[in-house]
T-cell receptor, first 109, second 113 residues
């Protein structure tokens, strides 16, 4: 499989805590993207990190990329109940995005 | 909010019926995609298009077909629906210059009885 594989599969935290999700992939990439999906809806693009970048920030999101380990992480700081959703990493392999099963994040108020 | 639309949002239909899922985008994107997603599972690419009159099969084999006669429109058709086609179908589009960032529609939930 060439999927981006997220870990953990599910994560439950309290509001205000940080949430960290990890992703591994298997082949070389152009970039890696993270998406969010609310229950039963389409995906929303969160952040993109290029293969020559190691870290990127966007608001409360911090993404890292380690191409030598073929892994990435998404950190959501000071989580809110509204962050409850599924989060997918999508390695861009030759112009195609490869989605894994996602991490289901539940943030309890 | 992305300008990409899917209709219907929900469809319950009997076995053997022909169905067409509509997808339209107003962003002028050349690339469009169809994904299939079962609950709690990964997205599987079933079709994609790089422009008008261009269609390709994705990584997951599908009995559906697609057409791309206009840039903004990428409908998916099932000639004879079966219960195994029950799933959520997501349409997306992207612009090459945007590093392949994809913009998704809200999805169509299909239930075949």
């Amino acid at each position: 499989s060439q999927q981006g594989e997220e870990d953990p599969q599910a994560l439950s935290i309290q509001e205000g805590e940080n949430a960290t999700m990890n992703c591994s992939y298997k082949t070389s990439i152009n970039n890696l993207q993270w998406y969010r999906q609310n229950s039963g809806r389409g995906l929303v693009h969160l952040i993109l990190i290029r293969s020559n970048e190691r870290e990127k920030h966007s608001g409360r999101l911090r993404v890292t990329l380690d191409t030598s380990k073929k892994s990435s992480s998404l950190l959501i700081t000071a989580s809110r109940a509204a962050d409850t959703a599924s989060y997918f990493c999508a390695p861009n392999q030759g112009g195609k995005l490869i989605f894994g099963q996602g991490t289901e994040l539940s943030v309890k108020p | 909010e992305a300008d990409i639309y899917q209709t219907p949002r929900y469809l319950v239909i009997g076995t053997g019926k022909k169905i067409t899922l509509e997808c339209s985008q107003t962003m002028g994107h050349d690339k469009m995609y169809w994904y299939q997603q079962d609950p709690g599972m990964e997205l599987h690419l079933i079709h994609y298009s790089y422009g008008v009159n261009s269609t390709e099969k994705g990584d997951l084999s599908s009995e559906s077909t697609v057409s791309r006669i206009r840039t903004e429109h990428f409908p998916l058709t099932l000639e004879s629906a079966r219960p195994s086609h029950t799933s959520q179908y997501l349409c997306a589009s992207s612009e090459f210059r945007d590093q392949e960032t994809q913009y998704f529609g809200p999805g169509t939930r299909l239930l075949v009885l």
